[in-house]
């Protein structure tokens, strides 16, 4: 090895130069391709049952998500000056070229279906705006009157009105986003316009995302450069670590946007975890220069860069293995934007590797080696360390004492962790986003929509009164036992509706008629009065599969299981009359994301902790070897579950990844420990003096190691994101607990094992 980085080190130039060339190539690229995702559709994976059959329920009843105008006037809507405004709008929506114009639905738009002596009649409840207070009044009456409109369309205290605009898939884009809250910000005053929607959270997400990532890698650029500048003292080897986590950065970017992989929400935070976790390599590398110099001080730059690489090589280049496996087990997971960031962030950590290993010794050797002040009092200088070790080892069993309480205690915490599918966790709970939301949630039925969609077995089924009843029975049963389930909607809504106009609007008759051939009639007179498209949204036009809406006023997995368990326990009811029933959806999507997180969680945690059990193993070649070291990172693994649990931080999209990284990154310790504990261990003849000097050399640049790393992950507690401030804290505490534990209770277990000096302990 020696002569191999003596004889490369003549090329240094040429490396540099090579290393400059790459990463030029790669910041073209990723300037020139690089896009950023927020499609909450395109973070799953369509070819999932569940995502099949939502996708062909979307067909057969145009289900959409929609984008949502509420206008506020707190002296009422029924005014000329609101009105117009509602049609204005609703007109403006259904001439932007991503929107259909029957797609937008408002009450200037809405069907009123009333009776008439001829039979039925659909109607629009104004084409001209009303002035006179006689018109306002009737049109006030006629909403109040209409269940399919009042506390769907109208608030129910008469304040707000809401627009619906549905869209088309994959045609959302940051202009439309603009546009549409251009068109709200047109019409403010005195009326107040909300915009809300599942696009809307889309857009914001898009709008956020690059902001965030703009602001937060210059932080922790500068936080870095202060921890390596107080940790290594020189400017010049902080500059050089820097750089080359700066171009593992270009070169995962780079390579992302060549394979076209686009940049989902999560992937804004490689940047920031790739400076943080790059620059260890950098460390442990000076950390050993340093203190070799100090032992050597009149030692050539070349020996010196030559046994650097030598004693350091080994160690650095089976901690990026194991980091790289940590992420790479991110692939086990189903979740795009989670199996890409695990792809790409390990490529990125290779690239750390690489670079650290050719371009690091390369600078050191065309602007010479830093100048340390050498040691006066060698013993003074290690005393500290030395300290610490004989404090470890005489208080062995209180610090396994404490380990297991709190390992006991996490324990019970884990019992306690919540996943959360909820994208509008993703903002600040005073953000103008969630306030609007909130808004819309408090006035109208609910933006998050779960379709539950029943198959019968023959035609004409959903003609049924026994059906229809049924539906309206599960309707009522959902809507009125969950709070947060605000409304719903279906074909049974349209026959009462019917029934009850065709009856002199008596209330009486506000339900299913008992007769087929009834329903049948009355549908053929709306078929032939009103618009059958608002038909085939809630039923097939053979009557066999039917869509049936109910509203949520939260977007989050546990609303969403809760509805859904209410509905299952409808299944044997609706089997019996030959129907099954399925679900469909965003809001549907959503919860099978949350548990396709979980378990890509699950397995990903298996197999890392697996893989790096064997790779230990492989290393140190003792199977009790791999174990020892595996202990840290599982006590890391499971005191992150526990106060994530205890904190009431939910488990989602982006605080999936913690475990992995903290194993990835946390294995580190362990693998520079017992590498350097195993050297000693061959130089010395007792233990005790083998821990001091391990303490002293690998402790010391773990420590430093760790502070760099903490203090990397804890700038993301400047995002705008929650989750990711979550992360950048709970990465912190894994990488302060693995630190520990690795220079504690793994140390302890070592020594008492007497791994290394089984024929000569003292």
Avoid: C
């Avoid at 590398?285 to 100090?294: F, G, I, M, P, V």
């Amino acid at each position: 090895m020696e002569n191999f980085v003596k004889k490369s080190l003549r090329f240094s130039l040429l490396i540099i130069l090579i290393i400059i060339i790459i990463t030029v190539i790669f910041t073209k690229i990723a300037k020139d391709n690089s896009k950023l995702e927020t499609n909450l559709d395109k973070y799953m994976p369509q070819d999932h049952p569940a995502f099949k059959y939502s996708n062909m329920a979307e067909e057969w009843f145009n289900i959409k998500d929609a984008v949502m105008i509420a206008i506020y006037n707190e002296n009422g809507i029924f005014n000329y000056t609101t009105l117009k405004k509602i049609k204005s709008i609703t007109k403006e929506l259904g001439k932007m070229k991503e929107i259909r114009k029957e797609d937008v639905t408002s009450l200037y738009t809405a069907d009123n279906i009333v009776g008439t002596e001829d039979g039925l009649d659909v109607k629009s409840f104004y084409k001209r705006v009303p002035k006179s207070k006689e018109k306002l009044d009737n049109l006030k009456r006629l909403v109040r009157t209409n269940d399919m409109v009042y506390g769907k369309i109208v608030s129910k205290n008469m304040k707000v009105a809401i627009i619906v605009a549905r869209i088309d898939k994959d045609v959302f884009s940051q202009d439309f986003y603009k546009r549409i809250l251009k068109l709200g910000k047109k019409y403010e005053g005195p009326e107040k316009i909300f915009v809300a929607g599942r696009p809307i959270v889309e857009g914001t997400l898009a709008y956020l995302m690059p902001k965030d990532m703009k602001k937060m890698v210059p932080i922790v650029i500068l936080f870095i450069i202060g921890v390596l500048w107080f940790l290594l003292k020189s400017f010049k080897n902080t500059i050089t670590t820097l750089i080359v986590v700066l171009m593992s950065t270009v070169w995962t970017f780079g390579l992302m946007a060549a394979f076209h992989i686009p940049i989902y929400a999560v992937s804004t935070m490689i940047p920031v975890m790739l400076i943080a976790i790059g620059v260890a390599y950098g460390v442990h590398l000076y950390s050993h220069l340093e203190l070799h110099l100090k032992d050597k001080p009149n030692i050539s730059k070349t020996d010196a860069i030559a046994n650097m690489m030598k004693e350091m090589w080994k160690p650095v280049m089976m901690a990026a293995v194991t980091t790289m496996v940590g992420f790479i087990s991110l692939l086990t997971s189903a979740v795009y934007p989670v199996k890409y960031f695990g792809l790409f962030s390990a490529f990125g950590v290779f690239s750390a590797f690489i670079l650290s290993m050719f371009f690091i010794p390369a600078v050191l050797y065309v602007f010479n080696l830093p100048k340390y002040k050498q040691n006066k009092d060698k013993k003074e200088h290690t005393k500290i360390y030395f300290s610490i070790t004989e404090k470890i080892i005489k208080y062995k069993k209180l610090v396994i004492i404490i380990t297991l309480i709190v390992l006991f205690i996490s324990i019970y915490g884990i019992t306690k962790v919540w996943i959360s599918s909820s994208f509008l966790s993703k903002f600040e709970k005073n953000s103008d986003i969630v306030k609007t939301d909130r808004f819309v949630n408090e006035n109208f039925g609910g933006t998050t929509t779960l379709n539950v969609i029943l198959e019968g077995k023959e035609k004409d089924t959903f003609k049924t009164p026994a059906v229809l009843s049924a539906m309206l029975k599960l309707q009522s049963k959902v809507t009125n036992s969950l709070p947060m389930v605000g409304d719903s909607f279906s074909i049974a809504d349209f026959i009462k509706r019917m029934n009850k106009v065709m009856h002199a609007d008596k209330e009486e008759f506000n339900n299913i008629p008992n007769n087929k051939d009834l329903i049948a009639q009355y549908l053929l007179l709306y078929e032939m009065s009103g618009d059958p498209a608002n038909l085939w949204r809630v039923v097939d036009d053979k009557y066999q599969k039917a869509n049936l809406t109910f509203q949520l006023k939260s977007d989050d997995s546990v609303q969403l299981k809760k509805a859904i368990k209410v509905i299952e326990s409808f299944r044997d009811d609706f089997s019996k009359l030959g129907i099954k029933i399925n679900y469909a959806g965003s809001g549907y999507k959503a919860l099978v994301f949350t548990d396709l997180l979980l378990k890509g969680q699950i397995s990903s945690l298996i197999v890392s902790l697996i893989i790096v059990l064997i790779l230990l193993t492989i290393m140190f070649k003792n199977f009790y070897i791999g174990l020892i070291g595996s202990v840290p990172i599982i006590l890391t693994a499971v005191i992150n579950f526990g106060v994530m649990g205890l904190t009431n931080i939910p488990l989602s999209s982006t605080t999936a990844l913690i475990s992995s990284i903290a194993i990835g990154i946390g294995i580190d310790y362990a693998i520079h420990f017992i590498d350097r504990y195993r050297i000693y261990a061959n130089q010395f003849s007792d233990k005790d003096t083998a821990s001091k000097w391990t303490m002293y050399h690998s402790g010391r640049a773990i420590l430093f190691n760790a502070m760099v790393v903490i203090a990397g992950f804890m700038v993301l507690v400047f995002s705008v994101f929650p989750p990711n401030r979550n992360l950048g804290e709970l990465v912190s505490l894994n990488m302060f607990t693995s630190f520990l534990g690795t220079l504690t209770i793994m140390f302890i277990i070592l020594y008492i094992k007497n791994i290394y000096f089984e024929k000569e302990v003292k």
